[in-house]
């Protein structure tokens, strides 16, 4: 719908059933903001940000309010000016969502269940470095290779963990420093889920 074109501005609002359209903004350009107000009443309000809807889409801010839902490649290299990533109310991150797309802050909502393979990876290894990664105790699983290369200073798995398996490179090249405490409900950690980082021991909580 929005395809090609050179540059959204101002604040844009989108209705229901409007963003769930595939590729709807890819490859647009450039917007100076995007909202999903949390405001609206939940009938109202949009649930999901369909696949590849602002895949390389250039975003000075976004803020997403309700939406519960991202599905894969929605933000594929793009471009967040602010690099900073709030989503308080997202159930679900698709596969490759976020993938190559800088950030210097993630934080995710007490809601958030599952994140998808390659959700967070990074292709280049030279990329703006996470202070602090909170995974919830909400999160049951995250797929394959998610923060691959996504530099990461502290990775820290928070109480009452749901997580039950490590998957194959999900935290590979990140270069962890801090020591990492693994939650006790993990039973399986896969093959190079933790390789080429810095921290030289971990421990598996009581």
Do not use: W
Not at 33 to 40: A, D, E, K, L, Y
Not at 57 to 66: A, Q, T, Y
Not at 128 to 150: C, K, Q
Not at 177 to 204: C, Q, R, W, Y
């Amino acid at each position: 719908a929005f395809s090609n074109i050179k540059t959204l501005n101002g604040i844009v609002k989108i209705g229901k059933n409007n963003y769930n359209v595939e590729r709807l903004f890819e490859n647009s350009g450039s917007s100076s903001g995007i909202r999903f107000p949390s405001n609206v009443s939940s009938d109202a309000a949009p649930n999901k940000i369909g696949h590849s809807t602002f895949k390389s889409v250039n975003l000075l801010s976004f803020e997403f309010g309700v939406v519960a839902n991202i599905d894969d490649n929605a933000f594929e290299s793009a471009t967040f000016i602010e690099k900073s990533l709030l989503l308080p109310e997202i159930k679900t991150i698709g596969n490759a969502s976020f993938k190559n797309v800088e950030f210097d802050n993630i934080q995710f909502g007490t809601k958030l269940t599952t994140i998808g393979k390659d959700a967070f990876k990074m292709d280049d290894s030279k990329n703006s470095v996470l202070r602090l990664l909170n995974i919830p105790s909400s999160v049951t699983s995250i797929g394959e290779s998610a923060f691959e290369n996504r530099k990461i200073s502290e990775l820290s798995f928070l109480s009452e963990s749901k997580l039950n398996s490590i998957s194959k490179s999900v935290f590979a090249g990140c270069g962890i420093t801090d020591p990492v405490v693994i939650p006790s409900t993990v039973k399986t950690i896969d093959a190079s889920a933790f390789a080429n980082n810095g921290f030289s021991s971990g421990t598996l909580s009581s």
